[in-house]
């Protein structure tokens, strides 16, 4: 009697300290929403970090253009052995006079030069590093709003099995309710053995649907975890019982969406950029054909001085500061060709920029109806959900009174079921169709 009542208290011990444990995972684990993932995956997301380092490069190839404007200065000396110095007054196979000269040598000075024109092609080469650097933050952005896009059908996809997982075993319950009310009145002789095996074939297929979604709803969780950059396995819960309420209208109109997308859309920035630095290099390759002014300026000191007549053993001290200008003859007829190519790749730019707005034009005109469809097909659910529910009523009632078979109640309460999966998906795809359609336009 002692050992019963020990294992009675055992157990009781052991079931408050599971409780406990559940109870502290549930605090633990925190509950997010879509809003919170989406920070997360900004932060985190490894696709995003990439496009981050991607856009510190333009920024410093921004700056290292910007620092050939700078001056050209440099500072050198050397320490040489000088050779006999022999002068050949009466030609080379006369004898030579040997100068005499120090056998060693030394020099010290700095060399100085600055740019004064050039066609503009060193600014001209900041304006196209800030064009590609501007390409990147486009990239960047557009690569923000793929990854948020992404996360919310991750997003959605779990609330919809969330969801799914909460019908089917609300559904099991109540097969397994209704297997014992069929099996008692199998008992008394009212309905057939058949009607037994029927539903416990049912209620098998609901446990088996709903281990599905069980592995369905850990690879969702997965996703999640994969996007916001955390380890494959952390727990992950979302808000999807209070997450209910949808919209019922757009917030623009088709062609305030066009007009949004055509001022904001990263993927048409992006090839309207393509234009810009298109239209630099058509510059950047004419300014070939203008002249090269610099301003230059040099001082040496050198031992010995053996660079003029009279030669001297001492120290000496010889500088320069003058303009230069160059023109490069050749530049009038080997830049033709390239002139050509360059304003080929501004036409190739534009036409482009030109397919990319038809693109941009019909996928807003997709999702923008995409989304009208959603909203109606949940009124159509809604509608159904009632109708259905009230099939499922009658049938059970006529069932009960062997008015009709249990076949058309166990296929009314599919289709109850599947009524409301219907329901959920489309309250989803309202949420999805209008985040897809803020992704495109460039105001996710």
């Given at each position: 009697?002692?050992?019963?009542?020990?294992?009675?208290?055992?157990?009781?011990?052991?079931?408050?300290?599971?409780?406990?444990?559940?109870?502290?995972?549930?605090?633990?684990?925190?509950?997010?929403?879509?809003?919170?993932?989406?920070?997360?995956?900004?932060?985190?997301?490894?696709?995003?970090?990439?496009?981050?380092?991607?856009?510190?490069?333009?920024?410093?190839?921004?700056l290292e253009a910007k620092d050939h404007l700078l001056p050209e200065l440099s500072v050198g000396g050397d320490v040489k052995l000088n050779s006999k110095f022999l002068i050949y007054d009466g030609g080379f196979f006369s004898s030579p006079r040997d100068v005499p000269v120090k056998g060693y040598g030394y020099g010290v000075g700095y060399n100085l030069n600055v740019n004064i024109f050039n066609g503009g092609k060193d600014r001209r080469n900041i304006k196209i590093?800030?064009?590609?650097?501007?390409?990147?933050?486009?990239?960047?952005?557009?690569?923000?709003?793929?990854?948020?896009?992404?996360?919310?059908v991750a997003y959605f996809d779990l609330y919809k099995l969330l969801h799914f997982r909460d019908f089917m075993a609300a559904e099991i319950i109540a097969e397994q309710?209704?297997?014992?009310?069929?099996e008692s009145?199998?008992?008394?002789?009212?309905?057939?053995?058949?009607?037994?095996?029927?539903?416990?074939?049912?209620?098998?297929?609901?446990?088996?649907?709903?281990?599905?979604?069980?592995?369905?709803?850990?690879?969702?969780?997965?996703?999640?975890?994969?996007?916001m950059g955390r380890d494959n396995e952390e727990e992950l819960q979302i808000s999807y019982q209070n997450n209910a309420e949808m919209d019922s209208?757009?917030?623009?109109?088709?062609?305030?969406?066009?007009?949004?997308?055509l001022n904001q859309s990263p993927d048409y920035r992006i090839v309207k950029s393509d234009i810009n630095q298109s239209e630099l290099n058509?510059?950047?390759?004419?300014?070939?054909?203008?002249?090269?002014?610099?301003?230059?300026?040099?001082?040496?000191?050198?031992?010995?001085?053996?660079?003029?007549?009279?030669?001297?053993?001492?120290?000496?001290?010889?500088?320069?500061t003058g303009i230069k200008v160059q023109f490069s003859i050749d530049n009038l007829y080997k830049s033709k060709h390239s002139v050509a190519r360059a304003g080929?790749?501004?036409?190739?730019?534009?036409?482009?920029?030109?397919?990319?707005?038809?693109?941009?034009?019909l996928q807003v005109k997709e999702a923008y109806l995409q989304r009208q469809q959603a909203l109606e097909s949940v009124e159509t659910a809604a509608k159904n959900i009632i109708e259905t529910t009230e099939t499922v009523r009658v049938i059970r009632n006529s069932y009960l009174h062997q008015e009709s078979l249990l076949t058309d109640l166990l296929e009314a309460e599919n289709t109850l079921l599947e009524a409301k999966?219907?329901?959920?998906?489309?309250?989803?795809?309202?949420?999805?169709?209008?985040?897809?359609?803020?992704?495109?336009?460039?105001?996710?």
């Amino acid at each position: 009697m002692k050992t019963y009542r020990s294992i009675a208290i055992l157990g009781v011990v052991l079931g408050l300290s599971a409780s406990s444990l559940r109870a502290q995972d549930a605090v633990t684990t925190q509950v997010m929403s879509l809003e919170e993932i989406w920070k997360l995956s900004e932060t985190n997301n490894r696709q995003l970090k990439l496009s981050a380092l991607n856009l510190q490069q333009s920024k410093l190839e921004e700056l290292e253009a910007k620092d050939h404007l700078l001056p050209e200065l440099s500072v050198g000396g050397d320490v040489k052995l000088n050779s006999k110095f022999l002068i050949y007054d009466g030609g080379f196979f006369s004898s030579p006079r040997d100068v005499p000269v120090k056998g060693y040598g030394y020099g010290v000075g700095y060399n100085l030069n600055v740019n004064i024109f050039n066609g503009g092609k060193d600014r001209r080469n900041i304006k196209i590093k800030q064009e590609e650097e501007a390409r990147r933050q486009y990239e960047v952005d557009l690569q923000k709003y793929n990854v948020k896009y992404n996360v919310a059908v991750a997003y959605f996809d779990l609330y919809k099995l969330l969801h799914f997982r909460d019908f089917m075993a609300a559904e099991i319950i109540a097969e397994q309710k209704q297997l014992s009310l069929i099996e008692s009145l199998h008992k008394n002789g009212i309905v057939l053995k058949s009607d037994v095996l029927r539903t416990s074939v049912k209620l098998s297929q609901l446990e088996l649907n709903l281990s599905d979604i069980e592995k369905k709803i850990d690879i969702a969780k997965q996703r999640l975890n994969i996007f916001m950059g955390r380890d494959n396995e952390e727990e992950l819960q979302i808000s999807y019982q209070n997450n209910a309420e949808m919209d019922s209208i757009t917030d623009f109109g088709f062609g305030a969406y066009i007009d949004i997308a055509l001022n904001q859309s990263p993927d048409y920035r992006i090839v309207k950029s393509d234009i810009n630095q298109s239209e630099l290099n058509i510059k950047q390759v004419k300014a070939t054909l203008l002249p090269k002014v610099s301003l230059y300026s040099y001082y040496n000191y050198t031992y010995p001085q053996i660079s003029f007549y009279p030669y001297s053993n001492d120290l000496w001290g010889f500088g320069q500061t003058g303009i230069k200008v160059q023109f490069s003859i050749d530049n009038l007829y080997k830049s033709k060709h390239s002139v050509a190519r360059a304003g080929i790749v501004n036409n190739q730019a534009k036409e482009k920029a030109k397919i990319k707005k038809d693109e941009i034009s019909l996928q807003v005109k997709e999702a923008y109806l995409q989304r009208q469809q959603a909203l109606e097909s949940v009124e159509t659910a809604a509608k159904n959900i009632i109708e259905t529910t009230e099939t499922v009523r009658v049938i059970r009632n006529s069932y009960l009174h062997q008015e009709s078979l249990l076949t058309d109640l166990l296929e009314a309460e599919n289709t109850l079921l599947e009524a409301k999966f219907s329901l959920t998906t489309a309250q989803t795809n309202v949420k999805l169709s209008r985040i897809r359609l803020q992704a495109i336009v460039g105001i996710l």
